[in-house]
């Protein structure tokens, strides 16, 4: 798979062409879900969902039936397990001309959890409609592009440092991290938000989530933190793409942070 093409050409899909998805991509996608897996080794049941029969809505979509979600038990750095599997997934689905909306809250959320069979200590995080883009996309659909800005992405030199928060990284100083930090920099995220910064200090990337309000629930669970994962999933594939041998791994540097600023996980190139 050429993930490279796939991560610049992904966008939002919220209206589709109402063909229903070929039962040879749904199995392609479901059985490549099934075998994704996550740096945090956490296993997630996968789900394809037909909203017609099982009562599920999704007001922004339009145009197709076929929902992907995925639950999992929770646990420490359940959203960046999720984020980073159900992105894999994603980028599947986009090799093969199925189009993908992540949503986390745009939905009714109690008729999917049903759908899942949840059980009380697990979690639904996101799910997705899959099926073909529509030639134009509904004015809905613009509007809500518009409201989060979705074609924008804040600039590298904004995202990323070298060392500390105090030194701002172009993309031309970055070297061979260049390509993958770019592909980190046109994530999807909720509401558009790009809440990762990475600071690069030597062989090793450190990620960052930088928390807005209003994402994190009391009861711990932050949304961001799947962005989080989808930033993970990005930079390792686009790295491996470059030819680099990106390592996971859990090495909190102990930098001096910004406000609202966190730890997440770094790669040792
Ligand atoms: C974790 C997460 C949750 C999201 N939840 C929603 C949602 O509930 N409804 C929706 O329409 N879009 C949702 N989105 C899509 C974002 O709005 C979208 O990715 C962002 O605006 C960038 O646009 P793009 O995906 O077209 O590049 C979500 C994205 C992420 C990563």
Sequence with gaps: MDYLSCMKQRRSVRTFNGEALREQDAQAILSFAEKVENPYDLPIEWKLLDAKKQNLSAPVIAGTDTYIAGKMRRAAHAEEAFGYAFEKVVL??????????WIAGTMNRAAFEQAMALEHDEVMPCVSPLGYPAARMSLRETVMRKGVKADTRLPFSDLFFRGS????????AAGRLQTPLEMVRLAPSAVNKQPWRAVVDGDTVHFF???SKGYRKDDGWDL???????????FELAAQSCGLQPVFTLCDPAIALPENTFYIASYRI
Excluded: M, N
């Excluded at 599947?92 to 909306?101: L, N, P």
């Excluded at 928060?165 to 031309?172: H, S």
């Design 224 to 234: 961001q933190k799947v962005d989080l994962g989808i930033a993970l999933c990005h």
């Design 209 to 211: 989530e930088k928390r």
């Design 92 to 101: 599947f689905a986009e090799s093969r001309g199925v189009g993908t909306t």
């Design 165 to 172: 928060f105090e030194t701002p990284l172009t993309p031309e």
